[in-house]
């Protein structure tokens, strides 16, 4: 009985092999390569799966999802002889496992080859400053390349990026110099227009300040001579209206005389014609309130004698002066 226990539990053993071998269960977002005898036969996709156990076997599995493979700096030398270091990240996915499994044999291996031998052919036209600067103009030819020969290898290049771009460090120093040159230069520039906008503000504001001041200077006089003409017309309808005689107008010049003769540069003034005329009406209207006087019967002679004498005082006094 012994032998035919052991034969059964080998049975048993086998049967539960075959049945492991004869379940697949593939996961989501993978597939698995099925070859019959060393030959391909078909491709699991991501489920439960029925295989015919020690007939069909599984080459390979693959993972469809997006990958992230970033690769060592590469030295590449620029137009003008420059040797740059250039950091590269593949962003790519498996489209095709069958393809992916025998057209290549490590497909790995072959983007990263391929990437630094189509960025040599680019970095090779371009100088540092346009490598430096055109990023994204070297990820879309990059891009274009990759994706274009890997498609026969079923994968596809979603997106490349250059991690770093790192020139030698003398070039490093001589670019730091110039962009401090450049910040140095700009900030010059910079308070240079602040200096003369400030200038121009200052003289556009001191001018429409003199403006301002001379038109109200110019408000001011016409105000002062509107205000002494009207004081003439004033003074002038105000002698009309009260009718003098010649009489009156002699007094009050006579009494202008010492005003004018007034103040210590006065050395010399002219006497108009017309004072002998005021004068002479003077001494008449004098005279003639003498003669009253004397009718009269008061103190005659001291009266008539009086009133001529202070006549006579203020006619000397303008030529003592």
Do not use: C
Not at 213 to 224: Q, T, V
């Amino acid at each position: 009985m012994e032998p035919v226990i052991i034969v059964l539990i080998i049975l048993v053993v086998l049967v539960f092999i075959a049945l492991i071998k004869t379940i697949q269960v593939i996961p989501q977002a993978s597939a698995a390569i099925v070859e019959r005898f060393g030959r391909y036969t078909r491709t699991l996709n991501a489920g439960l799966n029925i295989v015919v156990p020690f007939i069909d076997t599984i080459r390979n599995r693959i993972d469809l999802r997006e990958q992230v493979v970033p690769f060592p700096p590469q030295p590449v030398i620029t137009q003008d002889n420059l040797v740059v270091n250039i950091d590269t990240v593949i962003y790519y996915q498996v489209t095709d496992a069958r393809a992916a499994t025998y057209e290549v044999a490590s497909y790995i291996q072959a983007i990263e080859q391929l990437t630094v031998t189509t960025l040599r052919n680019i970095i090779g036209g371009m100088d540092l400053e346009r490598t430096l600067t055109s990023r994204e103009e070297i990820n879309a030819a990059l891009r274009g390349v990759l994706d274009e020969a890997t498609g026969k290898w079923g994968i596809r290049v979603n997106r490349v990026e250059l991690k770093a771009i790192e020139p030698p460090t003398s070039i490093q120093d001589s670019m730091e110099k110039q962009m401090r040159a450049d910040r140095d230069k700009r900030a010059a520039i910079l308070t240079a227009e602040g200096t003369r906008q400030a200038a121009i503000l200052t003289a556009e504001g001191e001018k429409q300040s003199q403006i301002l001041r001379a038109e109200g200077e110019a408000k001011a006089a016409a105000l002062r001579a509107e205000g002494e003409a009207q004081a003439v017309r004033t003074v002038f309808e105000a002698i009309h209206a009260g009718d003098p005689d010649q009489k009156l107008l002699s007094y009050q010049y006579l009494q202008m005389l010492p005003k004018i003769a007034e103040g210590d540069a006065n050395k010399l003034w002219i006497v108009p014609s017309e004072i002998g005329d005021a004068l002479k009406g003077l001494s008449g209207a004098m005279g003639n309130l003498g003669g009253l006087g004397n009718l009269g019967g008061g103190s005659g002679n001291g009266g008539s004698q009086g009133i001529p004498g202070q006549a006579t005082e203020r006619r000397e006094k303008p030529s003592i002066d």
